[in-house]
């Protein structure tokens, strides 16, 4: 008979695996779309596709995970490739981390008025340096992957997956493990929450200056408004996983403690809200999903 705790679990997976994929698919296809037509993406919405794409890997490889820990002991072959969704899983985590800084950073960089030199700069080199950014995180998140090789390897000995998974940092040499926290999770989530915090000064004194100007009208103050909404939570769920990656790390090996059953639930539904907020703050977006779930409202 099923434990209460593995009941939990499968329901968890069953729920947020098809929404985390339907959401996330759903921002992909319109950006490919556009793509085909010709539309050329913009820096935000290159990043919000690639942020798309790699909630979507994400998604499938804590799923993957979670199926084998699930499903029990890890046979010879299965064990080669949980140690690869593994490594898979922590070379997501790492960029997505450094995905939503990117986009923090555009966002800042249209927003945010500094008279620095080195902030004009990168701001009128906005679309030469997004290629780099990107491959500069890629290869951190490589290198993070590539260090934190030992501890995802284990013996086939091991009793169950959450050692590969659940309690990987606790057996990791002290030095590897702050770096790569401080790399991967740390450096990245200052930068979102630097970033956007700018970002939300700026918008709400640009609020209060419409507000005491009559000539603006209602459009604007609430576009400005969903933008103030969207930048918030997108700060708040960054800084929500990176407090559930960090507490996954290093609680105790065992699925039976209520804490690592709400860690679980957070990573499974970290892709699936990330994509609501996505597409709520993003009109076109929300447009195309509209007319996808509501076919019929188009026509009145």
């Known amino acids: 008979m099923l434990s209460a705790v593995t009941v939990i679990s499968i329901v968890m997976v069953i729920v947020t695996w098809p929404c985390g994929t339907i959401l996330n698919l759903s921002i992909i296809a319109v950006y490919v779309s556009d793509w085909k037509k010709g539309v050329k993406l913009g820096e935000s919405d290159q990043l919000s596709l690639l942020m798309g794409c790699n909630n979507l890997l994400f998604q499938c490889f804590i799923t993957i995970l979670e199926a084998f820990y699930l499903y029990g002991h890890c046979l010879s072959i299965e064990e080669k490739l949980c140690f690869v969704v593994s490594a898979a899983?922590?070379?997501?985590?790492?960029?997505?981390?450094?995905?939503?800084?990117?986009?923090?950073?555009?966002?800042?960089?249209?927003?945010?008025?500094?008279?620095?030199?080195?902030?004009?700069?990168?701001?009128?080199?906005?679309?030469?340096?997004?290629?780099?950014?990107?491959?500069?995180?890629?290869?951190?998140?490589?290198?993070?992957?590539?260090?934190?090789?030992?501890?995802?390897?284990?013996?086939?000995?091991?009793?169950?997956?959450?050692?590969?998974?659940?309690?990987?940092?606790?057996?990791?040499?002290?030095?590897?493990?702050?770096?790569?926290?401080?790399?991967?999770?740390?450096?990245?989530?200052?930068?979102?929450?630097?970033?956007?915090l700018l970002s939300l000064i700026s918008l709400l004194r640009h609020i209060w200056r419409m507000k005491q100007n009559t000539q603006f009208g209602s459009p604007q103050l609430k576009n400005l408004i969903k933008a103030c909404r969207t930048m918030f939570l997108l700060m708040a769920l960054n800084f929500l996983f990176f407090l559930i990656i960090s507490g996954s790390a290093i609680t105790q090996n065992s699925m039976e403690t209520i804490w690592n059953m709400i860690f679980l639930l957070g990573e499974l539904s970290n892709p699936s809200c990330q994509a609501i907020v996505l597409i709520f703050g993003n009109s076109k977006l929300l447009s195309a999903w509209t007319k996808t779930v509501f076919p019929q409202s188009q026509h009145h």
Request: overall charge positive; proline content about 2%; charged content about 10%.
């Open 89 to 196: 899983l922590i070379f997501s985590i790492s960029l997505s981390f450094w995905l939503t800084a990117g986009l923090s950073i555009c966002y800042c960089l249209r927003l945010v008025n500094i008279s620095l030199k080195f902030f004009i700069q990168l701001k009128s080199r906005l679309s030469h340096t997004v290629t780099p950014f990107l491959l500069g995180s890629l290869a951190i998140s490589f290198i993070i992957t590539l260090s934190s090789a030992n501890w995802i390897s284990y013996s086939k000995g091991h009793e169950n997956i959450t050692d590969i998974y659940h309690n990987n940092m606790s057996i990791a040499d002290l030095s590897c493990r702050i770096i790569a926290v401080t790399v991967g999770n740390c450096l990245p989530s200052l930068i979102t929450s630097i970033c956007i």
